[in-house]
């Protein structure tokens, strides 16, 4: 399984879900220097987010049975274009743009799925179904772990530092 923008929290999240459920878990990040952290999540690999970025073939060499991205735009072209058959990619960001310079190729030769996350519409059985099982599956020290407490009032200088790609793992707002 893949995980785009890995050192932040949808990514955090997500290395240390998919390793959990035993899943073999290669981390896409910008920032090497988290390396040890992401592997500490359970990533098995950690790749530079370079090989992934710029525009791509529009097929790919099969490498991901699946993948969570939370990048989009070329990254999410490469990623689906590299994608194994029949594999799934859950597009959940848009850090790297909201466009989608892709074919249809991996989807009619592939059968590959690119499934959308919502959480805004998301009716509340299956909200409640999501929680459950985060509430199973994912380990709590690891949560913990990834986890930086700020307060509302450190919130403008927290926010360029994240729009830079800077704060690692989820930030939690105290109010």
């Keep these: 399984?893949?995980?785009?923008?890995?050192?932040?929290?949808?990514?955090?999240?997500?290395?240390?879900?998919?390793?959990?459920?035993?899943?073999?878990?290669?981390?896409?990040?910008?920032?090497?220097?988290?390396?040890?952290?992401?592997?500490?999540?359970?990533?098995?690999?950690?790749?530079?987010?370079?090989?992934?970025?710029?525009?791509?073939?529009?097929?790919?060499?099969?490498?991901w049975a699946g993948a969570v991205d939370a990048v989009g735009s070329h990254t999410l072209a490469n990623v689906i274009a590299t994608t194994r058959y029949g594999g799934t990619v859950a597009a959940c960001g848009l850090a790297q743009g909201p466009d989608l310079p892709a074919t249809v190729l991996p989807f009619i030769l592939r059968g590959v799925t690119l499934a959308g996350v919502d959480s805004v519409h998301c009716p509340l059985p299956r909200r409640v179904a999501a929680w459950d099982r985060l509430a199973s599956d994912l380990d709590l020290d690891a949560l913990d772990s990834m986890t930086t407490r700020a307060d509302l009032g450190d919130v403008l200088d927290l926010a360029p530092r994240q729009l830079a790609g800077e704060v690692r793992g989820r930030t939690v707002i105290g109010i």
């Excluded at 035993?22 to 370079?50: H, K, N, P, Q």
């Design 1 to 63: 399984m893949l995980v785009t923008g890995a050192a932040g929290g949808v990514g955090s999240v997500a290395v240390s879900l998919l390793s959990g459920l035993g899943y073999e878990v290669t981390a896409s990040t910008g920032r090497r220097s988290e390396d040890g952290y992401l592997r500490d999540l359970g990533a098995s690999e950690v790749i530079d987010r370079v090989e992934l970025s710029e525009p791509g073939r529009p097929f790919g060499e099969e490498r």
